[in-house]
């Protein structure tokens, strides 16, 4: 069983930069894919970034590349997100998912493990 808790969201003016967490317990973890979704109000859950177990793979939505970075600490059992160069249009509750996977994915069916999410809010 796996359960993750995010953190670091917030409120950030347009161009700042943010670093949301994920921090997860049991010690599956460390060997799952793990990736950051996020649904703005009125709109669906989307793919935002995920992380192979190792650290050794990533994949970025295109909306997001070149902007936030995706990183993990085994030895911590958490998984980040950097943003940098906030957009208004970034503002959501953003989740966190892990499941025992070989590669990063951005398929939402495979993940088994969701967090309850972090607000973060880009004003402009």
């Known amino acids: 069983q796996v359960q993750l808790v995010e953190s670091g969201g917030g409120l950030v003016q347009a161009g700042g930069s943010l670093r949301v967490s994920c921090a997860a317990s049991g010690r599956a973890f460390r060997w799952y894919t793990t990736g950051w979704f996020r649904q703005a109000p009125g709109k669906e859950r989307e793919f935002v970034a995920a992380?192979?177990?190792?650290?050794?793979?990533?994949f970025y939505a295109d909306s997001v590349k070149g902007r936030f970075t995706i990183s993990r600490d085994n030895a911590k059992n958490t998984v980040y997100l950097q943003m940098n160069s906030l957009k208004p249009e970034d503002t959501a509750v953003y989740y966190c998912?892990?499941?025992?996977?070989?590669?990063?994915?951005?398929?939402?069916?495979?993940?088994?493990?969701w967090g309850r999410g972090t607000q973060v809010t880009v004003s402009s």
């Open positions: 992380v192979s177990w190792n650290g050794g793979s990533t």
């Open positions: 998912a892990a499941g025992p996977r070989n590669s990063a994915t951005p398929m939402t069916s495979e993940y088994d493990y």
